[in-house]
Nanobody, 123 residues
Framework: QVQLVESGGGLVQAGDSLRLSCAAS????????TGWFRQAPGKEREFVAA????????SYADSVKGRFTISRDNAKNTMYLQMNSLKPEDTGVYYC????????????????WGKGTQVTVSS
């Protein structure tokens, strides 16, 4: 099992920045892929960004490219999502995910999930 705990969410204004963290613990085998997803009220969960454990590959949703940056600190078993120039449409619950064999944008590819952290961007 891999336990994931998100933190760093909050209420901000449009144009502000936030940094989300996802701390992993548990299983000694390291995940292959890790990612961030978000879900707005009444909408389906959507892909935001992903990164391999080694950090050599990253991918982003078109809606966040150029504004969000995903990164890892393996010494701390922690993944980050730096979010700049936030927009009201970025509002939602942000989840981190991990999988031992999958890396990509499909939420169904990830076996391990955190409970989420709320991000609210006011206009």
């Amino acid at each position: 099992q891999v336990q994931l705990v998100e933190s760093g969410g909050g209420l901000v204004q449009a144009g502000d920045s936030l940094r989300l963290s996802c701390a992993a613990s548990g299983r000694t085998s390291r995940p292959y892929g890790t990612g961030w997803f978000r879900q707005a009220p009444g909408k389906e969960r959507e892909f935001v960004a992903a990164i391999t454990w080694s950090g050599d590959s990253t991918s982003y949703a078109d809606s966040v490219k150029g504004r969000f940056t995903i990164s890892r600190d393996n010494a701390k078993n922690t993944m980050y999502l730096q979010m700049n120039s936030l927009k009201p449409e970025d509002t939602g619950v942000y989840y981190c995910a991990a999988d031992l064999t999958y890396y990509g944008s499909r939420w169904s590819g990830y076996d391990y999930w955190g409970k989420g952290t709320q991000v609210t961007v006011s206009s």
